[in-house]
């Protein structure tokens, strides 16, 4: 045998073995992030003390203690009913204004878009504030009112107000799902629909909506699980009136002890991640069949958008007010808010704006350094992540075995885990392992707490960039003589480097606009906004929430225009 071929045998085989210590690396380190944290909170729950207690024995008093309390179960029932109603508002109003975007002719479509997406990137929490800011006792629009005809008709702080407003800012999510499936079918049958004399509303009815029932199921399975998870709106608009969640169960519970619970937390946790894995497992059932209704035909054989006719304008308007009850309305209460006048009754709209709050937000060092570390988390900690999901997404995209397909599972695991708990689970990790312990005080634990909870969708965000890449590329490079790096270099590199840009931007809008996944992780050091902000609210600092909010907006605005700019596709 030739030298040469000898040596290039020698070169393959060393790369052959490196590439599957590569993957089981990954399997390894994937399994650990998945399932350790989960682990240790089953197994917390079924302790007696906290885990890193001496005396901590195995036992169920935890369970009966949490199941006796009648506030939970009171938070149990209020979830349920919440999570469901969010999905009878969402998914009717989502089908139909996916409908309308993606094959009609409404008027102004190409500009909705973006602003349908604002409650996708823009946290509940910040759109609750400024629900408080624009509708609350005191807010512009209440002020306003009441100063015209001596009341108000509303109660912002009543559980329908809540439930209508959960559901109004989930739209988008179920629009996201249906308007994906509308946009790929094939048009045919709305075309022998519309040639038979059918009007618009039976060519929906009928025709477009149900073959795409299967994303628009998959839409409404996710608006329950979000509706489940929900932190932010619940804390704010529902607290004033005793309305309790599992999460916020979940977040008061340490109140009522001098010791934080960790026991009867893991108990509450474990019954969430119960109740949201099967949610978990239906949506990628869910998801997979409603790709099997997607049109293979050029987009460009597509039928013209169908005609509304004289209901153009009035279905604009609709469009219109609900992106001012689910938009502008809670974002221009934030906005006044922040440039108003302390000690004011609401907010004067004539009244001369200040800069006070912002200015006492840059005197505060901790806040300041907030900003700092929220941008640090979404900058390098966004790069880091996505690195982080490429080399699992590598490994299942060119690992034909047996093991991709329980790589695809264990990703998902961790989504089982509201925000709230994964950040208690990362929390129960770090104390509970000394060698751990040093690294409590910095961004480290929230920035895995982050990249655990969003796994799932990092790695599909970098499969898909992935799928650009056929092997058989990579092999037509090897036959002219191209080495490994060079494919790399001059195949690989170029066709994902836009993909790879763009689920940077945005894990990177994901981890700025994330909060509840922190807020058991605040710390000095680890101040990052979201958390934040929850911690401001509950000390009545409302100079600081508003004018901390819009900073966060800020931010994720212009990560939105960054994105918009470099031609990165945030919608389906």
């Given at each position: 045998?030739p030298a040469?071929?000898?040596?290039e045998?020698g070169?393959?085989?060393?790369v052959t073995?490196?590439?599957r210590?590569?993957?089981?690396?990954v399997?390894?380190?994937?399994?650990l992030?998945?399932?350790a944290?989960?682990?240790?909170?089953?197994?917390q729950?079924?302790?007696?003390?906290?885990?890193?207690t001496?005396g901590?024995r195995?036992?169920l008093?935890?369970?009966?203690?949490?199941?006796?309390?009648e506030?939970?179960?009171?938070?149990?029932?209020?979830t349920l009913?919440?999570?469901s109603?969010?999905v009878l508002?969402?998914v009717p109003?989502?089908?139909?204004?996916?409908?309308?975007?993606?094959?009609?002719?409404l008027?102004g479509?190409?500009w909705?878009?973006?602003?349908?997406?604002?409650?996708?990137f823009v946290?509940?929490?910040?759109?609750s504030?400024?629900y408080?800011f624009?509708?609350?006792?005191?807010g512009?629009?209440?002020?306003?009112?009441?100063s015209w005809?001596?009341f108000t008709?509303?109660?912002l702080?009543?559980?329908?107000?809540?439930v209508?407003l959960?559901?109004?800012?989930?739209?988008?999510?179920?629009?996201?799902?249906a308007?994906?499936?509308?946009?790929?079918l094939?048009?045919?049958?709305?075309?022998?629909?519309?040639?038979?004399g059918?009007?618009?509303w039976?060519v929906?009815l009928?025709v477009?909506?149900?073959?795409?029932t299967?994303?628009?199921?998959?839409?409404?399975?996710?608006?329950?699980?979000?509706?489940?998870e929900?932190?932010?709106?619940?804390?704010?608009?529902?607290?004033?009136?005793?309305?309790l969640v599992?999460?916020?169960?979940?977040?008061?519970?340490?109140?009522r002890m001098d010791?934080p619970?960790?026991?009867?937390?893991?108990?509450?946790?474990?019954?969430?991640?119960?109740?949201?894995?099967p949610?978990?497992?239906m949506?990628r059932?869910?998801?997979?069949?409603a790709?099997?209704?997607?049109?293979t035909?050029?987009?460009?054989?597509?039928?013209?958008?169908?005609?509304?006719?004289?209901?153009?304008w009035p279905?604009?308007?609709?469009?219109?007010?609900?992106?001012?009850?689910?938009?502008?309305?809670?974002?221009?209460?934030l906005t006044l808010r922040?440039?108003?006048?302390?000690?004011?009754?609401?907010?004067v709209?004539?009244?001369?704006?200040?800069?006070d709050?912002?200015?006492?937000?840059l005197?505060h060092?901790d806040?300041?350094?907030?900003?700092?570390?929220?941008?640090?988390?979404?900058?390098?900690g966004?790069?880091a992540?996505?690195a982080?999901?490429g080399?699992?997404?590598?490994?299942?995209h060119?690992?034909?075995s047996?093991?991709?397909?329980?790589?695809?599972?264990l990703?998902?695991?961790?989504?089982?885990?509201?925000?709230?708990v994964a950040?208690?689970?990362?929390?129960?990790?770090?104390v509970?392992f000394?060698?751990?312990a040093?690294?409590?005080?910095?961004?480290?634990?929230?920035?895995?707490?982050?990249?655990?909870v969003?796994?799932?969708?990092?790695?599909w965000?970098?499969?898909?960039?992935?799928?650009k890449?056929a092997?058989?590329l990579a092999?037509?490079?090897?036959?002219?003589?191209?080495?490994?790096?060079?494919?790399?270099?001059?195949v690989?590199l170029?066709?994902?480097?836009?993909?790879v840009?763009?689920?940077?931007?945005i894990?990177f809008?994901?981890?700025?606009?994330?909060?509840?996944?922190?807020?058991?992780?605040l710390?000095?050091?680890?101040q990052v906004?979201?958390?934040?902000?929850?911690?401001?609210?509950?000390?009545?600092a409302?100079d600081?929430?508003?004018a901390?909010?819009?900073?966060?907006?800020?931010m994720?605005?212009?990560?939105?225009f960054?994105?918009?700019?470099?031609?990165?596709?945030?919608?389906g």
């Open positions: 045998m040469g071929q000898g040596c045998r070169w393959g085989n060393r073995i490196a590439s210590y590569h993957r089981f690396a399997i390894a380190v994937t399994a992030a998945a399932l944290p989960l682990s240790l909170m089953i197994y729950s079924f302790l007696t003390e906290p885990v890193f001496p901590a195995f036992g008093e935890a369970y009966r203690s949490v199941l006796a309390d506030d939970f179960a009171v938070a149990f029932g209020t009913l919440l999570g109603c969010m508002i969402a109003l989502g089908s139909v204004l996916a409908f309308l975007m993606a094959r009609t002719d008027p479509r190409n909705l878009e973006p602003l349908i997406l604002i409650p996708v946290s509940a929490l910040v759109l504030f400024g408080v624009a509708l609350g006792p005191v512009l629009l209440t002020t306003w009112l009441k005809t001596g008709p509303w109660n702080y009543s559980f329908p107000f809540l209508a959960a559901g109004l800012i989930h739209v988008p999510y179920v629009y996201l799902c308007a994906t499936a509308l946009r790929r094939d048009s045919e049958l709305e075309e022998v629909a519309r040639a038979s059918a009007p618009l039976k929906a009928d477009s909506l149900p073959i795409a299967p994303a628009i199921f998959f839409g409404g399975v996710l608006v329950f699980f979000l509706g489940f929900l932190f932010g709106l619940p804390l704010v608009l529902g607290e004033p009136q005793g309305v599992l999460t916020t169960y979940l977040y008061k519970l340490p109140g010791v619970p960790y026991q009867l937390m893991a108990v509450v946790a474990a019954i969430m991640i119960a109740i949201a894995l949610l978990v497992l949506q059932i869910l998801l997979s069949e790709q099997r209704y997607v049109s035909r050029p987009r460009a054989t597509r039928a013209a958008p169908l005609k509304l006719g004289p209901w153009r279905a604009f308007l609709a469009v219109a007010l609900w992106l001012a009850a689910a938009v502008l309305v809670p974002l221009a209460g922040s440039f108003a006048a302390t000690g004011k009754e609401g907010i709209l004539p009244g001369m704006p200040t800069l709050h912002y200015r006492a937000l005197d060092p806040l300041v350094g907030g900003m700092v570390n929220t941008l640090g988390i979404g900058l390098i966004g790069a992540a996505v982080f999901y080399a699992i997404a590598l490994a299942i060119r690992w034909r047996t093991w991709a397909p329980a790589m695809n599972f990703v998902m695991v961790p989504r089982a885990m509201p925000g709230l950040g208690l689970a990362i929390l129960l990790v770090f509970s000394k060698p751990l040093p690294l409590r005080e910095t961004l480290i634990p929230v920035w895995l707490a982050y990249a655990i969003w796994l799932a969708y990092g790695v965000l970098m499969s898909g960039t992935l799928l890449v092997p058989e092999d037509v490079a090897r036959t002219v003589g191209a080495n490994n790096a060079h494919v790399k270099r001059d690989a170029p066709l994902i480097r836009s993909g840009l763009t689920s940077w931007l894990i809008l994901i981890f700025v606009r994330e909060y509840s996944t922190g807020v058991y992780l710390g000095p050091g680890t906004i979201g958390p934040l902000l929850v911690s401001l609210w509950d000390k009545g409302t600081f929430v508003s901390l909010a819009v900073v966060n907006v800020v994720i605005g212009a990560g939105l960054v994105a918009g700019g470099l031609g990165a596709r945030l919608h």
